[in-house]
């Protein structure tokens, strides 16, 4: 079983930076690809960035290429998200997410077998 905890969401002026972070539980963390997602309110989960369990292959969504990056510390069993030049659009709840057999950062939610609970992250304008 594998536990993910996101941390680092809040509210910030449209143009501005937030950085998020995932703690997984696990001494495989290393061995998995992760993900980050997210959800607008009355809009479908959508996929925002990968990365594979070496950190060495990234995919973005088209709506976030050039201003978000995914990163990862296996030695500290943590995924970031770092996100600048933050739009309005951006609004969403954001949840990172598990793939225990992740050679392949996946865009697809369905490869995914754990999900965290999420964090808010809110831009105004």
């Known amino acids: 079983q594998v536990q993910l905890v996101e941390s680092g969401g809040g509210l910030v002026q449209a143009g501005g930076s937030l950085r998020l972070s995932c703690a997984a539980s696990?001494?495989?963390?290393?061995?998995?690809?992760m993900g980050w997602f997210r959800q607008a309110p009355g809009k479908e989960r959508e996929f925002v960035a990968a990365?594979?369990?070496?950190?060495?292959?990234?995919v973005y969504a088209d709506s976030v290429k050039g201003r978000f990056t995914i990163s990862r510390d296996n030695a500290k069993n943590t995924v970031y998200l770092q996100m600048n030049s933050l739009k309005p659009g951006d609004t969403a709840v954001y949840f990172c997410?598990?793939?225990?057999?992740?050679?392949?950062?996946?865009?697809?939610?369905?490869?995914?077998?754990?999900w965290g609970q999420g964090t808010q992250v809110t831009v105004s304008s």
């Open positions: 997410a598990a793939d225990p057999y992740g050679s392949t950062p996946y865009q697809a939610a369905r490869e995914y077998d754990y």
């Open positions: 696990g001494r495989t963390f290393s061995s998995y690809a």
């Open positions: 990365i594979s369990w070496s950190g060495g292959s990234t």
